[in-house]
């Protein structure tokens, strides 16, 4: 029965371990904490905590009321605390939670976030229920849930404000569903860090990503027809004009419409997690608002949200000649569906380059590398060149983005020419604040244009980044997408509609944003603004390729609209970060952002939400087990070992390897005792 050899013994040990990847959710037992599945007697493996969510939205004109319902019921014996890493809207200002157990409600308050952490751990230990919802990014909330009892569900109930898009005569909103694993750069803080850090996060805290470990969940892929994270999603759109279209390019949808309110729900009744949920209506040409503005008073004082499309000047004015360079992710994040857009992308934007244009690639991954040394003549070697090095691209590797722009920035800075760099990535990254200052400080007189790949992209990289960049984020997340989103690519580069845009107020305001931008074809300027009272008329002014642009607006014939205050503060949030990033004092814009957030209730980095049940459910001898709730792998990407030089993988490397080393050791007391015995 033991005389099988030793070594066959290691060789199973050994071999069949594999390699190290990303944590996912069949990669578990329920054996400790942070533990993701259990095994019942039957074999099968469930999810010790599972999750359901409902997203309902009211849209009116171009705000989006947000409530999104979370059920978290734990399908184990033990009592569970939930952790699950939430995707948002960038843009979304996050002003309430409640926790709902059966018929109570406990409805959370807005704390300072050190104040609502210590808050939620002391009910937590105590063995009361507890919730806390924290910002870890703009778009990536963190939503803890203690003291779930066994067989029991608690739903918790999150609402949020956003503006809707509106780009060339079309109207979307996104809703995030799910995320693309971030890269972590730097190296790993392990003095006083545990190796497994409660595995609520695959990645170790790095010396550029202090919370990597709170911002990399596991991930779990969807197996055949199965529902991984099942959500439903219901809207109301009134929009006040006559739609000519409204479709949703990812998820079936069924539209019904009574009087001038439109109800969209998903013909499925319930989809996976696993792509974001776009919706896009398209009014009839001759019902596109060239102005809007809308109101609302709170606490004595105004708040205005003004919304502006610029006319479209002659489109045959001769565009200058530019240097473009094209810079592509080709990391792991990218493998499956995403290179494959990236790809195609590019190859459509190096067919429209002209003549007169310059050019240059560059590629990264782990590391970087170019075709040219420098800028070259857009001719048809080059150009024939060009797409056969896009061509043999591949993904694999770590998003190490900072390089290849680096290099990008630095390209054509002798030269004349308008620069623009086109970025094609799903923004991965964990270090977007450091991405950020660069963009900032070395971008010159160059522009910037995110062009974002994928079913689930960092839309708060590619915004700021573009923001930073005084350029125009696009998203591409089909393969049928990318001529036209290419196309009007193009078409924002080459004729930006207005600069040096001015509003003078009727009286004193405080607006955001402070300068504005430049304005490109077919997308609106959106101003919000503050002050005790606001009469008269807006002046608008700017200067267009062949003229001077000049309007006014009545500030009488204003609508009503609710949560622009929350909007307002959210924005001048943003604009205090922004500062912070282009190199103001640090404790100056902490308190500045604690003030507006407290005062307006909005979830951000330095405040939270916390609801406390004040009943003990879970005695003191009853243990409490924390598990991370799996994101679904996003539609299209493979899940596989993309950080091979981050701490996620000498982490877990290290750790798969202490675990062959201790198995082995055991197998051989093992077999020596057994050899003994039968002696």
Do not use: C
């Amino acid at each position: 029965m033991f005389r099988r050899p030793l070594s066959t013994f290691l060789v199973i040990l050994f071999f069949g371990v594999g390699s190290p990847r990303p944590i996912s959710a069949a990669a578990f037992e329920d054996i400790g904490s942070g533990q993701i599945l259990f095994r019942k007697e039957s074999g099968r493996h469930l999810a010790a905590l599972h999750l359901k969510s409902h997203a309902e939205l009211k849209i009116t004109g171009i705000i989006a009321h947000v409530t999104l319902t979370q059920t978290f019921r734990n399908q184990t014996q033990d009592w569970r605390e939930a952790v699950y890493v939430m995707p948002m809207a960038d843009t979304a200002a996050v002003s309430g939670m409640k926790m709902i157990i059966g018929e109570r409600v406990i409805r959370a308050k807005i704390k300072e976030k050190e104040v609502a952490r210590k808050i939620y751990n002391k009910a937590k230990s105590e063995g009361k229920k507890a919730a806390l919802t924290e910002q870890s990014r703009p778009n990536l909330f963190r939503q803890n849930v203690a003291n779930i009892g066994p067989g029991e569900v608690v739903e918790i109930e999150i609402t949020y404000i956003q503006t809707v898009d509106y780009d060339y005569g079309e109207f979307s909103l996104r809703l995030p569903m799910t995320l693309t694993p971030r890269f972590m750069p730097g190296r790993p803080l392990t003095d006083g860090v545990p190796l497994v850090t409660d595995a609520h996060g695959w990645a170790m805290p790095t010396t550029e990503v202090a919370d990597a470990h709170l911002i990399s969940p596991p991930m779990t892929e969807r197996l055949g027809q199965e529902i991984v994270n099942p959500i439903s999603i219901s809207i109301s759109l009134e929009t006040g004009l006559d739609l000519k279209e409204i479709a949703s390019p990812y998820h079936p949808v069924s539209v019904t419409r009574r009087d001038e309110i439109y109800r969209v729900e998903l013909s499925q009744g319930e989809v996976s997690m696993d792509r974001d949920f776009v919706l896009r209506w398209q009014p009839v040409v001759e019902g596109v608002p060239r102005a809007a503005v809308f109101r609302e008073r709170v606490a004595g004082e105004d708040y205005v949200l003004l919304m502006m499309v610029p006319p479209d000047r002659d489109h045959s004015i001769r565009a200058l000649p530019r240097d473009m360079i094209f810079v592509i992710d080709t990391s792991g994040s990218m493998q499956g569906t995403s290179i494959e857009q990236a790809k195609s992308s590019l190859k459509r934007a190096i067919s429209s380059l002209r003549p007169e244009d310059r050019f240059n690639l560059i590629e990264f991954n782990n590391a970087w590398s170019r075709l040219y040394s420098g800028v070259q003549p857009a001719d048809s070697s080059n150009l024939r060149q060009a797409e056969d090095w896009a061509a043999r691209l591949q993904a694999g590797g770590g998003t190490n983005m900072l390089p290849a722009l680096n290099v990008a920035m630095q390209l054509g800075e002798e030269e004349r020419n308008l620069k623009h760099i086109v970025f094609i990535t799903d923004g991965a990254v964990g270090n977007e604040t450091a991405l950020f200052e660069a963009i900032a400080g070395k971008l010159g007189d160059g522009r910037l244009f995110p062009v974002g790949i994928g079913s689930a992209p960092n839309s708060y990289f590619m915004r700021q980044a573009a923001k930073f960049g005084r350029g125009t984020y696009t998203h591409i997340g089909d393969l049928k997408d990318v001529t036209v989103k290419m196309d009007e690519l193009y078409e924002k580069i080459d004729h930006p509609v207005a600069t040096d845009v001015v509003v003078q107020w009727p009286g004193e305001v405080e607006s955001y944003p402070k300068k504005i931008p430049a304005l490109y074809r077919g997308e609106p300027l959106l101003i919000f603004a503050k002050a005790d009272q606001l009469d008269g008329e807006i002046h608008i002014s700017g200067v267009t390729a062949d003229s001077g642009w000049n309007q006014s607006l009545s500030l009488e014939a204003k609508s009503s609209q609710s949560g622009i205050g929350s909007l307002w503060a959210r924005k001048k949030i943003e604009t205090l970060n922004d500062a912070e990033v282009r190199g103001e004092d640090k404790e100056t814009i902490r308190k500045a952002i604690v003030n507006v957030a407290l005062r307006h209730s909005l979830v951000s980095r330095y405040t939270s939400l916390v609801a406390v049940e004040e009943f003990v459910e879970r005695m003191p001898h009853e243990k409490l087990r924390s598990s991370a709730v799996p994101n679904a792998l996003a539609k299209g990407q493979v899940l596989t070992a993309m950080y091979p030089r981050t701490a996620t993988r000498s982490s877990l490397s290290l750790l798969v390897g202490l675990t062959v080393m201790l198995t082995a050791l055991l197998w051989i007391v093992v077999w020596r005792r057994m050899e003994r015995l039968h002696a």
